[in-house]
């Protein structure tokens, strides 16, 4: 079946500890993106890419690092300068291709948390 | 003042009530209109996706889209209690958002037997 897997589906982080979190699609989708989604907050866009090697910030882009070496897998890294990473982080992806009107389909999500 | 204002709820109806979730909006370059369902832990799914002003329906669902009073609307039907989930409202325009959803906060539905 086609779809998204994301991986783990819990996660915790240590003070001061960079953590990544996996992103694969076979849709063959395009484009990908990572939101963040805090209780009682809509989802909010942290990267986004839309070819293999090229990837966007989004709205929160300061403490995350993602690559995009591969059209299937787009990691992201929560890096030590993310100071409240506690959050759901979902992956997404689309056809791609510059259409506006993307419609975007996600991954059952990551829930980060901090020891 | 948030792009997009989404009732949180929670919102509890009883089975076979008819429900109405509601959305506006600031912007009046968003042009495409989306309702995703989403259960406890899981991914958003897409449940219903607009573009025009007026009625859409697929079975039980209908989104409504009001482009003049900038308001969007879902109404299910007959609901079920598998409907108990978060509804999201999300939308995009303009030039320079490709691919770049904006959300609302979410609202939450118990439907109980």
């Known amino acids: 079946d086609g779809g998204i897997t994301q991986s783990p589906k819990y996660l915790f982080r240590k003070e001061g500890q960079n953590v990544t979190l996996s992103c694969e699609q076979n849709?063959?989708?395009?484009?990908m993106y990572w939101y963040r989604q805090d209780p009682g907050q809509g989802l909010r866009l942290i990267y986004y890419s839309q070819i293999v090697n090229d990837f966007q910030k989004g709205d929160i882009a300061e403490g995350y690092s993602v690559s995009r070496e591969k059209k299937e897998s787009f990691p992201l890294t929560v890096t030590s300068a993310q100071k409240n990473p506690t959050a759901f982080y979902l992956c997404a992806s689309s056809i791609g291709g510059g259409r506006m009107n993307e419609k975007l389909f996600f991954g059952s999500g990551t829930q980060l948390s901090v020891l | 003042q948030k792009e997009v204002e989404q009732d949180p709820g929670p919102l509890s109806v009883p089975e076979g009530a008819i429900v109405s979730l509601n959305c506006t909006y600031s912007n009046s370059a968003f042009q495409y209109f989306m309702w995703y369902r989403q259960y406890s832990r899981k991914g958003p799914e897409l449940l219903m996706y607009?573009?025009?002003?007026g009625n859409k329906e697929d079975g039980r669902f209908t989104a409504q889209v009001d482009k003049s009073s900038k308001y969007i609307s879902l109404f299910i039907r007959d609901s079920q209690p598998s409907d108990s989930a978060t509804y999201l409202c999300a939308m995009i325009g303009g030039g320079t958002s490709y691919g770049k959803l904006t959300f609302g906060q979410g609202t939450i539905l118990t439907v109980h037997p």
């Open positions: 607009t573009y025009s002003s």
């Open positions: 849709l063959n989708h395009d484009a």
